[in-house]
């Protein structure tokens, strides 16, 4: 029986400055892979104007990652 480790996924999005791609079509690619989607007010440089923000769903998904981990491996040992 194969076991399979669910890794979170996030996506930053924001409906403000230009687009290269459609924000409706990168949501829609975010949905399709499973992405919690964290919507912030800002520009294209979010990394950069709001670090904090950015930095704190990717902390999220990050302990997330880590607790399925330790639980998988809990799990198979």
Known sequence: MATV???ASYFPDSELGPHLIHPTV???GAQRAG???VEI???HLLALSQADTVAE???DAVAESAWKTFLF???IN
């Open 35 to 37: 992405s919690t989607i």
């Open 5 to 7: 480790l669910a890794m």
């Open 73 to 75: 491996y809990t799990a």
């Open 57 to 59: 769903p990717i902390l």
């Open 41 to 43: 007010n800002g520009s």
């Open 26 to 28: 990168q949501r829609f």
